[in-house]
């Protein structure tokens, strides 16, 4: 019975549930169809909206997000209103298998209601697309509200301001009004309706407020255009009206005259454009100011007159310019006559003497200088105001001669000056602080330009000029007796012959040692004798620095040696040293041949002496060196020790005395140190006498290689290395074989095979030629003993198997 119970229960609740959910979806779908469009017809509005201008925007009151919103949110409040309601399993307490999601929940997931959600949100998205659209329309219009006051002037100040501009302009915003006002107040935009009449209204006050704003703009161009012609009329009418007082005066009042006159026709034609502006300000019925208006209506009248008084003015400056010009062609000839006095004061009063200081004599000529430059500016005042009227007064020759005079006296006593201040400088300072270089060049350069000047006027007898030629002269010659004295080569030793030369005694190093003091002891009268001396100087220093030069390089110049074994050190390297020497000796050879060399004889002779001694023990090291290495590899094998034991053990001693002085000789790492171990020739010697004996032993090594060679004369056709190097490997024929081509013509090597417990021990099977052909040997030839005694069994080997193989090519045949 209960079970029964239950069922009937959950199948009462399931109709419930499809009751409400019918009940909800149908709510959805009736505010669906009240926005959607069916076919043609579209949906009849059901929301008002107003549209105007905010903060520079068009506004939508209530906007489409709010709109959106709205409409996004029935689902949620029908869902909310489902939730009031309980499911009956709930609410008569089932089992909790038997009870069932809340209808809010169930609706939530109804997949219906969510479609037809999602087509109510599609249509208010359409609509919103549709405002868009409308608002687009009126976006068109944004110039209207979004430019400033700033901006509009500008654009109209940027033209020329003419009537037509601001005609324009106000015609456009007046088409402007008629067509905003056209537009209906209310629009039907899809399910919504929008007031138009708030945006219109605000259109509207912004294209009152730019209208206002040309009007006043208009106005003021055009009082400004008015003012500007009567002010241009007043300040030109008095100027003109001014009577000169001089010819400048006349000259400019004439040029304005002539300006004025020619642009009196350049301002009447800016009347019609400025007369165009009030007639477009009456056409507006705009009210213009009393006084503008009066100022409009005798511009005419006023223009006469201000055309009356040019030509007034025009005879008056006729008549000033006359007595101007009489003025004038008097003030030119009186100039003349005074020019021609001036000149012949100037000439008469010419500072030409030689005892006349130069400073006196350059201030008189910068007066004359001052008085000829006022007579140019003069000149030059007379010639402009005289071509005012048309007449070319020619420059005055008098006065032009005597700038051209006072130019070249001026230039002379310029370089007296000059050169007089340069002597006092270099006479009383010390000798040591003149500058050689700038006294000898500022002596050549003045004596040039005076030499110049003097050949050009010798014909005017300027004494000034004559004696100071002379005097710069008289130096120059002395330039070089000065260099030789400031030659910072000089020693005491060349000073002390300086004294005895001039024959009086004076200290170089002394303050009061001067230019002036030299000259007053008559040092121009020895100038050669001193020129010799300082040469001496010269050259002397020459070999001095040249022998310290070769002195601090032999401190540190070396040769490279490097460690070969056993606690020897070879000499690996001696061009730089060697080339080095042979310079320097050159040098040396150099510095002896000359007279100058006396003073550093002896440290000369030190130094040819050292060089040549390590340049010979060098030499002799090298060959020593050759030998050593050529022997100790000889010596290093056992067959050639045992064979030569008394050599061998010279040798040996040899080595012990070539590791004592190599190592020596590295660890003084300098070659003057290296070579001078002990008191030469100490080390010379020494290597002379290896020399010897390592002479020795290698004669003994010859006749030793000479004995082999009797044994297998085969031995004289390869080199006496080649030949040790065999005998040396004597039981590793492996390493004979490539000498075998040197001692058989055509034989390649031979087949050699490791035989014995040890593999120590050779035998030959047979022979290679050079192109590669293979013999076998008659029997197998097992290489044991000397290398001269098996190499004679090859060759024995070699003829044994020839003769049996050209046997068989004969039988063949």
Known sequence: MESEWYEYIIQFDAMLNAALMTCARNSLLNVYNLVRSEGDILPSPI???????????????????????????????????????????????????????LFSVTFANDLEAKEIQSSLEYEVKYNEEEIETFLMGWRYYKDIWEKTELEFTKNILSTDQKSYVF????????????????????????????????LKNTLMDYIEKWQMLNIKLLLRRATTKINGVYRYMRKNGDRIQIIPRNLKEAREATELYEFLFSDAPRKQAEFPAMLSLFKLLDYYLVEIPESTRKLVNNLETEWDAYLKILLHSSDMLEMTREEFKKTLLRQAEKFKTVMKEFLGDFLMKLPTSAHTKPKIALKYLRIIENKVRDCFNFEQSLTN?????????????????????????????????????????????????????????????????????NKRYIDRDWEMLQVTTKTVDSFRRTLPLITALKNPCMRKRHWDNVRDTVG????????????????????????????????????????????????????????EMAFYRDGIYRIKNVDDCMQLLEDHMVQISAMKSTRFVEPFIEVVDYWEKTLSYVAETIEMALNVQRQWLYLENIFAGEDIRKQLPNEAKRFVGLTDEFRMISSKMFNAKSAVRATHL?????????????????????????????????????????????????????????????HLKKLFDNLYKLELKRVGKTMSRFQAMGMYSDDGEYVEFLNVLYIEGASEKWLNVVEDFMLAVMKEKLKQTRASL
Do not use: C
């Open 47 to 101: 929301l008002i909206l107003e549209a105007d201008i905010v903060g520079g925007k068009i506004q939508l009151n209530p906007n489409m997000k709010d709109i959106m919103q709205l409409f996004s949110g029935i689902f949620e409040r029908v869902s909310t209103s489902l939730a009031i309601f309980p499911r009956l399993t709930a609410k008569l307490k089932l089992p909790k298998e038997y009870q069932q999601p």
């Open 167 to 198: 005609e324009q302009s106000i015609e456009y915003y007046s088409s402007l009004a008629d067509e905003i006002g056209m537009k209906d107040s209310i629009v039907n935009v899809y399910f919504i309706l929008v007031n138009q009449n708030f």
């Open 385 to 453: 105001d005289l071509s005012t009227f048309h007449i070319n007064q020619p420059d005055n020759m008098d006065l032009k001669k005597l700038e051209n005079e006072l130019a070249v006296v001026k230039s002379i006593w310029e370089l007296i000056l000059e050169w007089q201040t340069a002597w006092d400088e270099w006479r009383r300072a010390n000798f040591w602080q003149i500058n050689i270089d700038v006294m000898e060049e500022t002596a050549i350069n003045l004596y040039k330009e005076f030499n110049t000047l």
């Open 504 to 559: 009086v005694y004076f200290d170089e190093n002394s303050k009061k040692f001067t230019l002036e003091l030299i000259i007053n002891l008559d040092f121009q009268a020895y100038s050669e004798e001193i020129q010799d001396i300082s040469n001496a100087a010269t050259m002397e220093l020459q070999i001095e620095n040249g022998i310290k030069n070769i002195a601090s390089i032999w401190r540190k110049q070396s040769f």
């Open 678 to 738: 002990r008191k030469p020739p100490f080390l010379l010697e020494r290597f002379n006498k290896m020399d010897e004996r390592l002479e020795l032993i290698q004669r003994a090594l010859e006749i030793y290689l000479e004995s082999k060679r009797q044994l297998f004369p085969r031995f004289y056709f390869i080199s006496n290395d080649d030949l040790l190097e065999i005998l040396g490997n004597a039981k590793r024929p492996d390493l004979v074989q490539p």
